[in-house]
């Protein structure tokens, strides 16, 4: 599998467990406000290919890590896109960690046999928009129908799973938030995350807006109707 970059260890980023997190690169998705255009844009890609890690020295480092790391989390980018995934998930698991797969839903197919093969351990899938506004919001490529199969698989699944949505003024006025609430009816957790300017893939998102830290509560009050578990990550 490609592996763009390798984050030695986190405590935070897969839940109640030390990790370690490797990304891969390329994106089918195109949201403007996305903060790792170096993992999404091909040209981008490419510049950075000669530095990616082969996984035999992924392997050799977790080798390295058995006694201080519990967990791998393969995250973005797309990870779905790597047609190598379930193998590399396997691998992992053969030496004893367990997994986090961070991803957009895009690819339910590649999710469903992930689960039923028991390959990972936790799910992470952003939920960006309301169906309706998810090809606005993300580009040609991404499929609605494909996004609302991946939800609905992950609230069905007994492996524990989040979802997340990085929410904005520009992007996601009253009616939007409504439609995704309704969308995530029967999700057991949805992390809520503040919009931070700074390095975006499209320049018109350099001026979107974050809600404000009042505003926010007040959408996690909103989505609590309908998901019993909002909680801000800041
Ligand atoms: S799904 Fe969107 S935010 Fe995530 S890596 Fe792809 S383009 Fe960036």
Do not use: W
Request: hydrophobic share 40%.
């Amino acid at each position: 599998m490609l592996i763009s970059g390798i984050q030695p260890c986190t405590f935070l980023d897969f839940p109640e467990k030390t990790a370690c997190i490797v990304f891969t690169p390329g994106c089918n998705f195109r949201c403007a406000y996305c903060h790792n255009p170096e993992f999404v844009l091909p040209e981008r890609i490419k510049e950075l290919r000669p530095g990616f890690i082969p996984e035999e020295t992924f392997f050799r480092f977790l080798d390295r890590r058995q006694d201080l790391l519990d967990g791998v989390v393969v995250t973005g980018g797309e990870p779905t896109l790597m047609p190598d995934l379930l193998d590399f998930l396997r691998k992992v698991k053969d030496k004893g960690f367990k997994t986090k797969l961070d991803t957009n839903g895009n690819r339910p197919a590649v999710l469903r046999r992930a689960l039923d093969e028991g390959l990972v351990d936790y799910v992470a899938m952003d939920v960006k928009t309301s169906l309706a506004e998810y090809q606005n919001l993300a580009g040609p490529l991404a499929d609605p129908s494909a996004i609302a199969e991946s939800i609905e698989l992950l609230k069905a699944s007994a492996v524990p799973s989040e979802f997340r949505s990085t929410i904005l003024q520009e992007l996601h006025p009253p009616s939007v938030l409504d439609d995704m609430a309704k969308l995530l009816v029967g999700a057991k957790i949805l992390y809520l995350q503040k919009f931070r300017p700074g390095v975006v893939l499209k320049p018109e998102a350099s001026s979107y807006h974050p809600f404000s830290d009042r505003e926010m509560m007040q959408i996690a009050d909103f989505f609590r109707a309908t998901v019993p578990n909002v909680i801000i990550r800041s």
